[in-house]
């Protein structure tokens, strides 16, 4: 809040944007009544769209005062990770903030917080800046009356309530629901110690009723029609001892039990809506334990007597008062598809998607209008994102190198400027071509609602001139945008075999669990967040009051590991070798003397970092020099210019993707070019001639060079592979000289590798006083391994983060005094290979914990002992043998992985910076597929 307006501000990378609404936020004083001085502020990000809404809870939201704004097309992903903080009502002092922000505290009450559809509990904070004045307010009031007794859930969630007055013999429930979703559980009940039950739950659409005596199902009543149609649907469903009775809608349906039991005992069984917790078990009824997404109103329970259940006044979560969402996901099985009305684009439009899949080919959306010849799809081939462009005048086609079907959520964007098109896949220009002469917009107008088919087309479409691929898409879309403007998936013209609003990548990805029961969040990528929050201006001095919402703690799956993963051995790639390990790591090579008008070199590279030199060719004085290097993740050459200065060239294409590119630098007698994969080259003038010697430097530059102009000397971290030079391969495994080389892997990702025999240290005198912070992600196939341990040279005081028997453990020690705390999860659930996110801080005598964003550990030390006095060598990922003792740790051995995103203290670790490495791989993560 700005000057009394509320603002919304993001960056997804690129820039910074922000909207700000009309709205005056008034003091509450001189009002008496509560409406008046709440707000209800809503912002929402979706793709790169940003949109924000404030109004009076007195007054309605006004939808021509919505304020919004939108940033370029490769500024679509906001790439939030395990780990990342969230702030309410302002900033600790010492905590950084982006300097666009105008305000650093906050006055006056904040209830109702929503993160995308999450209610987020207020007082289940991390922790509380001390010099914060923090109390409870009153509770926000509903003032919407048409919300009142109508709920929405999240399809996570769930509402119990006590049983009404009941009677053994009656039971009826009514309500009324709308959901897409055709599978999930409406109304459960049950006894597991007698065997009745009773419910209700969406089947394929079908609304079925189901209740039972001693463990038996006696009456099954199930619906003819469908009703997952997102229209408000009004259910009856009525047991009058051995008699059923369904009415939904028009249809009406009886049954009776042949059983002679007419009593059912529930007097003590809760009643659950929309879900039950995972403590409850229905499998042994045939009941879905699916939660239902989509809204519930006008709840009545009827035993001995008549009941209008408010869900508030029992326990909830993934619940909130009202329906207003709009669905911004689909899940798609690879047979269904949604039709939406087509959307034009004007000489300057676009749309963008953002997906997850592993299917190689499928169409992910095509948009056709009347006009002949007028379409535009976005689809993958060979898991290549393609975008064909149709405006009347003949197509373009523009699709991707890379490929993109790896079970990843990745967003794809068509920006269209008059003829020119450009796609970008994860905010990176991908490629673009022209449209013909005489192409304007692109025209998606007709007669009929429809036209714009997402994961599929309909029987009797034929697309195969429209799209790389028309088979049916199998996995996840979200966040569709069209001209800058979000289009929900809730309002379809027709759809089919889709689930709207939800993704079970369980059911779609193979080598997935259910992420309902993953301790980590299923997606590290969000495309899109909305955050409500209600606000009065000052704050009411009133007792604390707040909900009783019950939260779920993060669930162990199912079926425990019962070993640790087998890593595959790594394979390497041949003629490649990997630099990077040290700073100035590098080859020399000697070859003849190079005294011509013309030479080339060539090679394939892959890294995932942006700056490093490549290849270094000069004289003996290095007065004619040619230095090829890789800056902000882009190509060039620095070399000797005909004025006898310096001069540079360099490509735009950006390649610290990972992937293998194509270099090649090429000298004429007139001339030097620089070419990446299949671009155009980068040509300048040159000299006659360039009057270079042997020894040739690949990678880094040794520290004794002395070089002239505006040469880097650190080192590329990365591979490089079949370099040649001349028409000649060069073997850079056997050079004259050799420092920090090593083999390349076939396979890898960004990250640190340990190999179990290596260690880094960090700062060889870091102090380490009061406080602490550790945050990090791993993966490893071992139990044990020290990660974080630093200690004093006797021994006390000493910390340490290390893996032990299968448990992250998080350790300081003073003389007499040792507090440690470590993960919940089990022995072998962090040595499956797979990536977990570390948090962990040390704040004066308390240690605290949290791993995969679980529930946090902690333990605390005796209050006199709140200084560890650490100033010694901080180790990373184990400890020589000269450093003991270590009396922190409770292991010895090395740890064995991968490590990435290392904050010491809020800081990310530039691992060339740290003071040794030794043994350590700093330019990528091998990749070998675990076998369990």
């Known amino acids: 809040m700005v000057d009394q307006r509320i603002r919304f501000v993001w960056n997804a990378g690129d820039e910074t944007k922000m909207v700000e609404h009309d709205e005056r936020i008034e003091s509450y004083f001189g009002k008496t009544d509560e409406k008046d001085m709440w707000y209800r502020v809503h912002a929402e990000k979706v793709g790169n769209v940003g949109r924000l809404s404030v109004n009076k809870l007195s007054s309605s939201p006004n939808p021509d005062q919505l304020a919004e704004a939108s940033t370029s097309h490769d500024s679509i992903r906001s790439d939030f990770v395990d780990g990342v903080d969230l ?12 300097e666009e922000l105008m305000s650093s505290s906050f006055d006056g009450c904040i209830g109702a917080v929503e993160v995308d559809g999450q209610t987020l509990g207020l007082f289940n904070f991390r922790k509380l800046v001390q010099k914060v004045n923090c109390h409870g307010c009153s509770i926000v009031p509903v003032v919407d009356e048409s919300f009142h007794l109508v709920y929405q859930f999240n399809g996570r969630g769930y509402a119990s309530l006590p049983q009404v007055r009941y009677s053994t013999e009656l039971l009826r429930v009514s309500f009324q629901f709308k959901s897409f979703w055709k599978d999930a559980l409406l109304f459960y009940t049950a006894n597991d110690t007698s065997g009745d039950f009773l419910s209700i739950e969406l089947q394929s659409g079908r609304v079925v009723f189901q209740f039972g005596f001693m463990g038996r199902i006696d009456v099954r009543l199930s619906t003819q029609l469908q009703y997952n149609t997102n229209r408000w649907t009004l259910v009856r469903a009525s047991r009058n001892k051995h008699e059923g009775t369904l009415e939904v809608e028009k249809e009406k349906l009886n049954g009776s039990s042949r059983a002679g039991v007419v009593t059912m005992d529930l007097a003590k069984s809760l009643m659950f809506f929309a879900g039950v917790p995972l403590d409850v078990k229905t499998e042994k009824y045939n009941i879905t ?216 990548e369980s059911d779609l990805f193979t080598n997935l669990t259910d992420p309902s029961l993953l301790k980590i969040p299923s997606s590290p990528t969000i495309p899109s967040f909305t955050v409500t929050v209600t606000v009065p201006v000052v704050a009411v001095a009133s007792e604390l009051i707040t909900p009783a919402i019950h939260s779920t703690k993060p669930v162990i799956p199912t079926q425990e590991p019962l070993t640790c993963a087998t890593e595959a051995d790594f394979s390497h790639v041949t003629h490649a070798v990997s630099f990077g390990d040290i700073r100035y790591s590098n080859a020399e090579i000697e070859m003849e003397k190079i005294n011509v008008a013309k030479f080339n070199l060539s090679m394939l590279i892959r890294t995932y970092y942006s700056k490093g030199q490549i290849f270094y060719i000069g004289n003996k004085n290095q007065i004619d020099f040619v230095s090829l290097y890789l800056l902000n993740g882009t190509l060039g050459i620095v070399y000797m210019g005909t004025d006898g200065k310096a001069k540079a060239i360099s490509s735009d294409l950006i390649i610290t993707d990972g992937l293998w590119h194509n270099l090649g630098l090429a000298k004429s007698s007139t001339s030097i070019s620089l070419q990446v994969d299949e671009a155009e080259p980068v040509v300048a003038e040159v000299s006659q001639e360039i009057i270079v010697l042997s020894p040739i430097y690949i990678g880094g530059l040794p520290k004794d060079l002395e070089v002239h102009g505006n040469v880097l000397r650190e080192s590329l971290k990365g591979c490089v592979r079949n370099f040649e030079v001349n028409g000649q391969m060069i073997d850079i495994a056997n050079s004259k000289v050799i420092m920090g080389v090593r083999q390349c892997f076939s396979r890898s990702e960004p990250g640190v590798h340990f190999d179990g025999y290596g260690y880094a240290v960090y700062a060889e005198h870091y102090r380490i006083a009061s406080d602490l912070s550790l945050s990090f992600e791993f993966r490893t196939t071992r139990q044990n391994g020290v990660i974080f341990s630093s200690s004093h040279p006797t021994g006390f005081p000493a910390l340490a983060l290390e893996m032990v028997d299968g448990k992250i453990k998080f350790t300081a020690a003073n003389l007499d005094n040792v507090y440690s705390t470590e993960s919940e999860l089990c022995g072998y659930c962090l040595c499956d290979g797979k990536w977990h996110s570390v948090n962990a801080e040390l704040i004066r005598n308390l240690v605290t914990l949290k791993v995969d964003g679980g529930r946090p550990t902690a ?31 409770h292991t010895s051995e090395f740890f064995q992985g991968c490590l990435r995103n290392v904050r010491i203290n809020g800081t990310l670790v530039d691992w060339h910076s740290v003071d040794s490495l030794v043994d350590v791989h700093v330019s990528g993560c091998p990749i070998g597929e675990p076998l369990n």
């Open 87 to 98: 702030f309410i009502a302002g900033m600790p002092s010492d905590y950084q903030g982006p």
């Open 289 to 504: 334990r699916l939660g239902f997404l989509g809204c519930l109103r006008e709840t009545i329970v009827v035993s001995r007597g008549s009941y209008t259940k408010d869900f508030l006044e029992g326990i909830y979560v993934g619940m909130s008062i009202g329906c207003r969402s709009k669905a911004s996901v689909i899940g798609l099985p690879g047979s269904g598809l949604v039709e939406l009305p087509s959307v034009s684009i004007p000489n300057e439009g676009g749309v963008a998607v953002s997906f997850r899949t592993q299917q190689g080919d499928a169409l992910i959306l095509l948009s056709v209008g009347s006009k002949p010849n007028h379409f535009y799809s976005i689809s993958l081939t060979d898991g290549r994102v393609s975008a064909w462009l149709n405006a009347g005048s003949g197509v373009v086609r523009v699709t991707s190198e890379r490929r993109y079907n790896d079970s990843k959520v990745h967003s794809a964007a068509v920006r269209k400027e008059h003829r020119l098109v450009e796609l970008y896949v994860d905010d990176a220009l991908v490629g673009s071509a022209r449209l013909p002469p005489n192409s304007g917009t692109v025209d998606g107008s007709r007669e009929s609602d429809g036209g714009l088919y997402v994961g599929g087309i309909p029987v009797g479409v034929l697309a195969d001139q429209m799209s790389a691929s028309v088979n049916a898409f199998r996995g996840c879309l979200f966040d569709l945008l069209i001209n800058n403007r979000a289009v929900p998936f809730d309002a379809p013209v027709a759809f089919d075999s889709v689930d709207v609003g939800r993704c079970m």
């Open 859 to 889: 333990s605390v030390g005796s209050e006199n002992e709140v200084l560890l006095g650490i100033e010694n060598e901080l180790y990373i990922g184990g400890f020589p043998v000269y450093a003991l003792p270590q009396m922190a740790t």
